[in-house]
């Protein structure tokens, strides 16, 4: 798994700035889960036991299966710790910060 940030300053999005964070994970292996997890971990700072558990935003297990399906095409998108979490079934993802009002 790898992480790649970057900051985008004054976005479409109309937010004064906002930082994402990408990274890639094996979406046949057996543990995507754990490696959603830490790459959220890294985007946050925080240990992964630290973390909330994922099953009190998203049902693991539906998030695995529809990453499992075989369709490339196939993207869920979360809002985990004030973050904007999206995965996609060709194994990639990003983690957004999401703006307070």
Do not use: H, K, W, Y
């Amino acid at each position: 798994m790898g992480t790649q940030q970057s900051d985008n300053v004054g976005g479409d999005s109309g937010q004064e700035s906002e930082t994402t964070v990408s990274f890639e994970f094996d979406p046949t292996g057996e543990n995507i889960i754990v490696e959603i997890i830490e790459a959220i971990s890294a985007a946050t700072g925080e240990d992964p036991m630290g973390l909330p558990p994922l099953g009190a935003v998203i049902d693991p297990d539906a998030l695995e299966a529809c990453i499992r399906s075989g369709n490339e095409t196939v993207e869920i998108s979360f809002v985990f710790e004030d973050r904007q979490v999206t995965v996609a079934a060709s194994g990639s993802g990003t983690i957004q910060q999401l703006q307070s009002s």
